[in-house]
């Protein structure tokens, strides 16, 4: 796929690198150049640990630079925390008041509608949606609440599945439609993703 | 220090002007003419002085190449200005070379020096006998009340102004020149470093492969720096000891001697790139000039371990402090630019390949993102 110069630049904020090459692979299949998309960088050094503190903890940094920087560049933020053992809404609402206490508090969301912040959040976590998008064709059953993370899995092995599994998203899973997507969390993820207007 | 620079018409320059404060650091993308305003400097300083660490006089044509006019600009003048501030005063001394086409060298069209507006020096070009131009300048003396001497065919093809030898009624020229030798213009290369030294060289060179040259002329002039030098180094680099410059034949041979783990000698090639790097660096602080001047270093960070960056940028801000020195840097290095960037900080840019230009960093903000990551992000200006 070509890229298009209306596109914007996206910087991923996001936990390890098994999730940032999954983010950066399928936003590639629709059609960003590889450029374009930038790490935001794991502030642990790319430890695969539950590293989600530090997501809470530099989202609003990276917002309040972003509300400057997008008045005069065409520029998007995308955000993925695992859920873990909480729930899809308690990781938003974390990242809520993180942003703006008062308004996440109040169970709203801070992000105005035309800013392009994304923010995907794979429950149980990221392992979960490989799994889905891997064996849910074949019939397999898929849920959030088990952990199917491969503990025994290489680095390199997992940054293979991470990238196959965003091409097979974008090709085969998505342009079936959203409603396609049995996996709430990803299928959440498929209506933050308009957010970007890619 | 050097207050102003003004270039134009030469690589990416253009219309270009930038002024600039004691300590600066220079950022900005690959390719955006950080470095260009190093290398104008450097010709400037050997068009006006010649090469001091090889006794080498520059003609025009040495230095001033047509290839660096500005590929999209039609005109064939380059034009440098330099204020610099100094002596109880300021100094501006402009440039204009006149390139000619493939077929005659390029020449001087006008060079001048003034002090707060009092003429030092004047080149200029006139219509001769018959319209054949000729070179004329005139030389004035410290008193303005005087008038100056008249140079009727002057050689257009150097620098009038390095021509001229002290004397007594000349001090405020010469102190230009003397100033214009403080400017230290480095891009450290460790990989040619090299342990033999022919001669002293009283500066180093642009890569410092001199540097066992220069500790020569040091070792010999300035005793007291090196002995500091020393000390310093043996707090940084582990076991080191001491330099030894031992001749061997016609050259000088430069050491460094270490006690740990046994007492041992290594040449200066023999060391590691870093540890080459760290001893340039130190030395440019530590016998530098005692005070007015310049030390511009490309990317002092190149072959440094992480902790060695900030004790190093710690002595170059107390040397400052100290001796009225100036310091411009180039970096990509995130802890200098976040260390300096908001004080300051000049971010280079150049929108499609067009002529460079230079903002001061404003960008700063509590809350957000340090100066360092929207860099990384690409998030900083370019508007």
New interface residues.
Partial sequence: MTSRDDLPEVTILCEDIDQERFIREYLICRGLEERKIKDFGNPKGRVIENNNASIVKYYPALMKSYRRTRKYRNIAVVVMIDADEDSLDDRMRSLNIALDETAGNLNRDPRLPNEKVAIFVPARNIETWFYYINNSMEGQECNENTDYKDKKMSAEERIKLAKRSAKKLAREICPQGVDRIALPSLRYACTELQRLQL | MLKRIYVNNFRCLVNFELTVAGLNLFMGSNGSGKTTVFEVLRKLQKFILGDQAFQQDYKVSDLFASKDLTRWQKSNIQKFELDIEGNGGIYKYTLEIEHQGDYAPPRMRLESLTFDGQPLFNFWVDAGDRGMPVGQARLYNDDPDREGAFLPFFDWSRSGIGLIYERPDNLKLTWFKKRISNFFIVQINPYIMESKSLKEESSPNWDMSNYAAWYSYLSQESQGKIFKLTLELQKIIQGFDSFQNHKSGDVRILSASFTRPSKAAYRLNELSHGQKALIALYTLIYCSPDDNFTLCIDEPENFLALPEIKPWWGRVIDYCLENQAQVMLISHHPSLINYLASNSGYWFERKDNEAVRVRRITDT?E???SVA??I????IY??
Avoid: A
């Fill in positions: 903000e809350e957000g993102l990551k929207l990384e992000l690409g998030w370019d508007e």
